[in-house]
């Protein structure tokens, strides 16, 4: 598995684009913008993007995943199905923070915890992990050690949880009992800013840290 990040819309929000090496077949995650960047920096590679993914629906990640998907005719799954709160919010978000007329979206998979999506011959597995956003969801590949973590995880810092919907215990919740059970050397892609591991984050992360792994 590989992987690029680009970072999109006026929040800088890291989109990720996914590829198999060996099939050269990709996935979009989180495009919530800019897309004639992603396009181009997509056929420059010579990738062939099967399909889009969403960790959640707030504008700067989902804002411009449905007119891509139409242009490259690929469907798109993700987040949990909860999420319809926040996709059908897309256009008053739009207004809110002054980004591109985006219109309500539905995906065509929603995906539960436990799920995997197939990426040519890579497979990320779909954990649920609310908080953030209702049906925020986030993608790890064992093989090759990487989270997808969108709005849950970032560098020394956690998602906020004072939009609608939002709940700080589920948030720390999911941090500490689903993704700090991974291993320590997984690289950790958030939705905004630097990468980061999950081994750092569990000793220095000031809202998740925990004494035993220091």
């Not at 099939?23 to 995650?29: G, N």
């Not at 779909?126 to 925020?136: E, L, R, S, Y």
């Not at 990487?146 to 609608?164: C, E, H, M, W, Y």
Request: glycine content about 10%; charged content about 15%; some cysteine.
């Amino acid at each position: 598995m590989q992987y690029h990040l680009i970072p999109v819309t006026p929040f800088a929000q890291n989109c990720s684009v996914l590829w198999c090496s060996v099939t050269r077949e990709a996935a979009i995650v989180d495009a919530g913008g800019d897309i004639s960047r992603i396009r181009s920096w997509i056929e420059q590679q010579g990738l062939t993007v099967s399909k889009l993914l969403l960790t959640h629906g707030h504008i700067d990640h989902a804002g411009g995943a449905g007119e891509l998907a139409a242009q490259l005719g690929v469907k798109i799954e993700g987040p949990e199905q909860s999420e319809s709160f926040w996709l059908d919010q897309l256009p008053n978000q739009g207004r809110m923070f002054g980004f591109p007329s985006s219109p309500a979206l539905t995906p065509e998979r929603w995906l539960n915890e436990g799920d995997s999506v197939s990426i040519g011959q890579e497979t990320l597995q779909v954990i649920h992990c609310p908080g953030h956003t209702p049906g925020h969801v986030v993608f790890y590949s064992a093989a090759a050690s990487l989270l997808v973590a969108g709005d849950v995880l970032f560098q020394g810092s956690i998602g906020r949880t004072d939009f609608p919907m939002g709940n700080h215990q589920q948030l720390i919740d999911a941090i500490q009992q689903k993704l700090f059970l991974l291993p320590d050397d997984t690289v950790v892609i958030p939705g905004h800013g630097p990468l980061t591991t999950i081994g750092d984050e569990k000793r220095h992360n000031p809202f998740v840290a925990d004494a035993r792994f220091r």
